[in-house]
């Protein structure tokens, strides 16, 4: 019993060494993350903008299509109103180029809008692109940096992990699913142990005093009444050195 109490508080010491290993390496991971995130936002508003561009270049051209068609119409009207042989064919004949008028006016004035909306769309992916430059290169630095510090802690995290694996193959299966579970629910620390003498590590509460007894035997697996925390004694804590 002993053993299977000191593999689990091994493991838990193993874990929180691995915790500690990765929180030196700060903000980092999560700013990195942030910042690539931003460069697809970026990229993505880009993309849109040029999608926008793409959509007005084609109604651009179609304007610009019926408004030569309407021009050549007005010029044939025009010359039409000269040959007319009565009234009902001129007022016919006004009517056509009273619409195409309009027509063209109105289609001069979709095709500044068009290109209004496109130098506008231009202007957006030039600072955008700006942006995003500037961004891309921070990330990079931020990369770096992130890599210097995995690099510095992997000798380390991979020394930690071997022995975490090795450690974990000697616990009971079940033990291990209990562990993960007060892991999930709790945090970092699964396995506490007796603090100053008479509490719980994990939530710091009191341990009845008869408990404490039996938590010092190391012959049962004990859960803290306040926190389900697994509780070991502190002097089967002192024989657990992760470090060696
Ligand atoms: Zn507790």
Redesign the pocket.
Known sequence: MEERLRLLYTLQMLDANLFRLEESKGDLPGIVRQMREDVAQLEASIQQKRDLITANVAARNKADEDLIEFTEKLERYKSQQYQVRNNKEYDAITKEIEFAVESIASLQGQFQSFEGQMSTAKLDIDALTLKLDEKKEELAEKEVDLAKVSEATEEEETKLRGAREKVAAQIAREDIAQYDRIRNARGIVSV?VIWKNRC?S??K?QIPPQHLIEIRKNDALYM?Q??G?M?VSDQLATTVDVDA
Do not use: D, E, P, W
């Open positions: 506490a719980c994990g939530c509460n803290c306040h926190c925390r509780i």
